[in-house]
C-alpha cells in the first residue's frame, strides 16, 4: 500500500491497481471509493460469462476428468498454457477446486449429461 499526501486532511491510497480516496472532515474520517461502483462478478449471474471460449472449452475438458497433459495434447498448446488457463478459470469463477468448478459448470448448463 502506498500512501500519497497532496493536503493535510486528504489522502490518496493505492492498494493493488484501484484508488481510493480517504478523506478527513470534522474529525470523522470518511471514506470515497473512486474505482468501480460495483463489484462486475456481483452483476454477472453466470461466471462463465467471464471466460474466454477457449477456457470454457478447458473447463469442459476438466470436467471430462482430462489431466493438463492430455488436455494440452488435444489441443495442442503446452502444459503450461493450460495451467495459465486453469488458474485463469479458477480466478474469474471464484472457484476453489476442481470439484467446485464442476459444480458450477453443472448449475450453469455449461456442461450438460450429468
Keep these: 500500500m502506498i500512501i500519497k499526501s497532496f493536503e493535510p486532511t486528504h489522502f490518496v491510497v493505492e492498494k493493488y491497481t484501484r484508488w481510493q480516496v480517504l478523506t478527513t ?28 471460449k477457449r477456457e470454457v472449452e478447458i473447463v469442459r475438458l476438466i470436467t471430462q476428468e482430462l489431466s493438463n497433459n492430455d488436455i494440452a495434447r488435444q489441443l495442442d498448446i503446452s502444459t503450461r498454457t493450460v495451467e495459465t488457463h486453469r488458474k485463469n478459470i479458477f480466478r474469474k469463477t471464484k472457484v476453489k477446486t476442481v470439484v467446485g468448478l464442476v459444480v458450477l459448470a453443472i448449475k450453469n448448463k455449461v456442461v450438460t449429461g450429468y
Excluded at 25 to 52: A, C, H, R, W
Design 25 to 52: 472532515e470534522s474529525s470523522i474520517p470518511k471514506f470515497v471509493y473512486t474505482g468501480l461502483k460495483s463489484d462486475p462478478m456481483q452483476t454477472i449471474k453466470n461466471p462463465f460469462q467471464m471466460l474466454s
